[in-house]
């Protein structure tokens, strides 16, 4: 196995570090200022024992956007699509992740879709809890039982950095709230969110979590489905549609993947059928995807065919 | 005097009430949403002992929209031109009062000026203050001096009401505070902001603020200047260009008096030099204008040649 | 074969037929106005001597925007991805296909992918020809290579129609002129375009264009490609992303089939790797897809899971 | 009178040749570019014999968009004010002149008012005539009139480059073509408004067309009125809520003289009762008025009190 993969993988590293530099880390949020743009990491995983890694694979990483398809596939078991899509759509925009001009310009103002911030807000508030502590558990534990790693949890400095200067999420949230998208306390909706951004993880559970996405939702350590198939194929589908930003479009042309990023440089990618990515490289495009990953993603797609068009 | 006004004002608040049915209260703000809406009333003062006045005269109403004209001029007073204009812009906007999608489309993001929404609540953040009761105090200080009268307070209740609902407007401060344009916290400006607009008057109390501004900021029955004269002006100047929201371009060719409204259906009128206007009528029209109040001040500059241009 | 779809296609037809009431035909185009909204066909092309059609088969209809992603497949033919996508983008939009703000707010003013209308009018004026004839003769020489019709020709009283009344797309081109997107005349490209949307075909012949898509861009009776298989797929990344107007999310996600529609009421499939699907259904809903048409995808991918997700 | 303004005007246009280095000449409009930037000059008219005129006050320039003002007139004079406003609004827009999203954001896309160029185009189709010839010998009569000069008119060159270049506003003319607010050919518009623009003047004709204005219309060598004072009255409200393009607002606060800018660097101030001015600075700001025409009007509304406000 360490074959097939192995030596390429290496070389594939070395050849996108060189792009690392005409990036730059996420400065808008505090916490994540700090990371080291240099580094680079890829893991797969096609549901044997062991994932195949290259790079800085233990430097842990928050989830940032790439919890967006997380909480998507979680409000969507909470409460079926009927729902869910009556609070979101379900079309790509032109527009970047964090605009509000088409919640007013659009009538009724619902999010465009649930990979943009408005959407992501107006999905967080429909997981299911009693409480933020509840909500969060619960997210927790449905990513260690994809990733099958007991030991994730959230970065408390990287919430909090991000909670205080969340103002643009709450603009978007009280406008929601005001046009009936929303109900419930924003700051409490903020709290949540943040927290869900701030979910840590390594590019090895990235890899672990596409590969359930990509395998219908089961595990193949443990017996029973986490996500049903019916909805792991309707993330995958956001996924290709608008999981990349305002970059989704090229994405889908130049790699194919079903693979959603986030602005602390990771990205998750999901091969229908049997492989898991995940992707850690913080120096990150004008779009807000890694610089070295999307490079990386299209070696990969390119070497091993993996474009679903 | 009566002779002067009198039967003409009695004669032409007949004459409007009719086209009352066509408007309708404000609904989003629950505590307007109980007014009469076949109430009506004008007060005009010209500087002498008294007003004329016909109608329901002594009808309270909150100022809403309007107190954007008296927080501009006392935040000109506290910071000057200069510093005020570097937060909000001096341009008439085609968009409704309460649009968000200028701020995001317009770089830098400030608002385009101190009459809608998003301006008035960057100017409410410069009144110099070290709480927000003494900013408050200084505000209805301001236009007890104005109207002469000293039992001007605010509405709690209505205040309480807005508060609860104000989502949008909390909305345009965070997307302001994300991009500079506001500092501070924005529940403590949300907090003055909808005291400033529940502070309760009657027409013949806006008449006489009204006076104030046309008579270069001086009041006749007190020695010194309220408000600068060059501040008066400039303030009047946005009472045309913007002052009756997206209608003011209309307003400026059918009447022609610098005036500002509010969604409480008070107008005040500041006819350059001799004369003061005080209108009520909550019945509104699509754009958020007293519909026989407008009828009311076409007839008055009609019939006194009261148009600047 | 005939077993293979027959039974379920007649059934289907059957089934979908209910929908026709619920749209309505397109209007706005003058000669699309009189087609019968009832008539629904499909046909099932993959790659054997015949197609398995069922209801109006027969029918002729305009190709509409389903000409949009042949254009870009000839255009990429004659220029290459890197000259093609210099004019236009590759990212999908929440606007509705023939808007035109995009272009005013996004710097530089590309269109933002080839399947809006100004996008398909910046590729239709990248044809290669010394002339409107002889570039329509070459794209019509390339519809017939497709669908191995050599009867394939446009409807000249559409095309006129059309053109009188394209002042819209008249708009979209004089705007980008400005812009340095296009060069060269309008109305000689207005004249190219409109010809272009009246293509006429039937489903039978829209099935065998989407087997050659599906097939990467070869013909099971001929010997050469017809589109080189990198462009082939390229242009049903687009089918996914931004093929069915600002409908393109939901039916990634309800039929995952890369397909086109137009206007006219077709729908042209590309199941990767065997399958073509040429739909008719004038009817169309809100946002210009054939309403029954969308149903019959529906039951087609749900029954032989023919989603790419 | 020579004493009245002779050496204050001196002296201003000494003060603000200064300012010419700030700006620059349209380089969008091939026979505007070619203007010297550093040309200044200034003419004011009191209905006496003589404007008092200092710098190049002998210089030709094109009316451009100062030709918005008598179209209007024209048209009101031509069809009464319903009629022209059911063609185009009475508000002021902070959108450039050129914009072109709000005709797609706003229902019905009527052009916000007459002074951009979507609405000065809608304008210029009303005016009455049989022909093109006919309808300009119209509009130069009413220039000649309003100037007292029989020599007026248009420049060939200049009309036949914006011609040729004219295409955001043939954009602009085909938007609203397809939306029925303009009927008829758009081209024969275009020859139409591109000559239009092209009528040329010198300060001195500015300056009396402006009195013209001022005066309620009338010309005081003339025994009828040329505009009747209402719709005089009209154009000037105009002219000052959105007269300098979008900075409107600002020059009512610093100026507030109803004026009206060309992108060739002239502008037409009309003091209410007595004053014309016509002003001559071909170095723009970004906002497109002259840079030193600005400051001189700004010191002649200091120096004389000639603000409305």
New interface residues.
Partial sequence: MVCRYGDDLKMMVEQVKQYTSEGKVADYIPALSVADPSKVAVAIYDGNDTCFSEGNFNEKFTLQSISKVLTLALALMDHGEKYVFSKV???????PFN????????IPSKP??PMINAGALAVSSLIKGSSNEEKLERLLQFVRDLSGNDQISYNKEVAQSEFETA??N??????M??HGVLTGD?DELLDFYTKQCAIEVNCEDLAKIGFALANQGKHPLQKNDIIPAEIA??V???M???GMY?????F??RV?I?AKSGVSGGIVGAV?GNIGIGIYGPALDKKGNSVAGMRLLELLSSKYHL???
């Fill in positions: 759509g379900m079309e790509p925009t032109g527009d605009s509000i001009s088409k919640l007013e310009t659009q465009l879709n103002d643009l709450r603009a978007l949230s009280y406008f709230k005001q924003v194929r309707l995958k589908t956001f290709v549609t608008c305002n970059a989704s479009g090229e889908a042309i194919g079903p229908p474009s679903i068009f």
